[in-house]
């Protein structure tokens, strides 16, 4: 297991995995590695569920920081297809955490989520010692719907389109860029763009317009790991091989500078809101319309195919063993 960052494959399957409580039968998806959600099935609904931590970090503002923290919770079930509709919430606050910057983020939540059509159900608030930013408590997002309509996390299939949404690298490089600007050795143009782009990051939306404008078979937010993580993991999970093509990902090259300038690889770092979808070939044109149509920038990035692994510009690719942007944060926290 890694000192940072989610525990791997190895850790999850003999230390996790075979140790899940009472087997019931509505479960109809557990944990698995690299899945987003798991699906209890009540009755004729689908109950789909995803647990993260709350990660508030004061330098974007209060009211910022907030409205990042629940997209990135309520992204892990949106990919199941499903619009999120509920919502539990823990806060473990630093003591120094005013009552004023606690207003301003859950402002932004509440109105996040008000905007979402997601309602709290429950939650707890609290001041710890020894609590400290950015980790500042826990999350559940909650998605009900027809069990048809979830979007199966192994559901790829060869001959399906793979898409590619706002391109990789774009959450890591806004989030570096906003917490050491003074690191980061780019024009200030260039910085303010990045910097920005991390408001533009909205994978809950960008997931259920997808799943609304065609047969979508999977979709992954890509997170720890980064592109890379984020193909392999639709790949392994799907017992399918992807073949990918560099030029056919969008790209922002804003961000390919800033990541040059903090010598890390955009393909290997996280960026949350950026999504992997697999499409049934009929409907590409529907999904890739849609996702324009709300402006977020989408490329028809390769094929599934039969076999297994990740093909990038016909070369065979490893997983990562870690993500990109955690050896670049601990270095400028150092700094």
Partial sequence: MSD???VDREFFESQIEPKLG?????VALGPKHGVDFGVVTVEDTAVVMATDPVSILPQLGFRRAGRFAVRIVLSDVAVSGLPPSHLSIAFTLPPSMSDGEFAQTWDAIHEECRDLGVSVVTGHTARYEGCSYPWVGGATAMAVGDPEAVVRPDGARPGDDLLVTRGPAVESAGLLSSLFPDAVDVDPST???VQSGLDDL??????VTAAAAGRVTAMHDVTEGGLVGALHEVARSGGVRLAVDTDAV???SPVVTVCEALGMDP???TSAGTLVIAVDPDDTDDVVEALRERGTPVGIAGRVEAGSGVVVDGEETSPPDGDASWPVYERLLEE
């Fill in 4 to 6: 940072t960052g989610k």
């Fill in 22 to 26: 009472a087997t019931r039968d509505d």
């Fill in 191 to 193: 910085l303010a763009t």
């Fill in 202 to 207: 909205d994978g809950v939306r960008d997931a």
């Fill in 250 to 252: 969008p790209t922002q």
């Fill in 267 to 269: 393909w290997r770092a």
